[in-house]
């Protein structure tokens, strides 16, 4: 994990180094800029975000990033309804599918969390993620991409809460993942110019 801090961008806005990594991954910027660590709501979109983060697992989430209107495209919007009457049809299309991760385990964990999702109540998904959510001033605020947490806690309760709900590919790694991206925590670095907005 890296030592350093914020860094000045083309712009001259200070952010966290990840969003700044190359010029070629300005998709990066953009999402460090716009979306990680906003707060998420809403069944479907959390759904979606949960998958997304499973299907990053083991890859750079720039790949995710530039396939997601492909993953939106090839699941039906993540519309948690439409992914739970989802086939062996639709497994076999999806596995032919050049513009997502042609994962065979992440395809039918993605499927079976929509299956799951709609067990809940509406409304109940977002709720649950968000129970977990730590006070907002419990813990330092991060420095250096080193004084970032894989996991806490939190993500690990919120991983064994989610897997006993049936799904699948939610360990406390991706679970916590989904925590910063979701805005459950703020783990922008200090002087990052977004860390006051979100």
Known sequence: MSERGVVPGPDGLARCPWGLEAETMADYRVYHDTEWGRPVHG????????????????????????????????????????????TEADEVRLLADPGIIRNRAKIAATIANARAAR???????????????????????????????????ESTALSRDLKKRGFRFVGPTTAYAL????????????????????
């Open 43 to 86: 069944d479907d979109a959390l759904y979606e975000r949960i998958c997304l983060e499973a299907f990053q697992s083991g890859l750079s989430w720039l790949t995710i990033l530039r396939r997601r209107e492909g993953f939106r495209a090839a699941f039906a919007g993540f519309s948690i309804e439409k992914v739970a009457e989802f």
């Open 119 to 153: 067990e809940l109540a509406p409304g109940e998904l977002d709720e649950l993620i968000w129970s977990y959510a730590p006070a907002p001033d419990g813990r330092p605020v991060p420095r250096t991409a080193a004084d970032v947490p894989a996991i806490t806690p």
């Open 179 to 198: 925590m910063q991206a979701c805005g459950l925590v703020n783990d922008h670095l200090a002087g990052c110019h977004i860390r006051e907005a979100v």
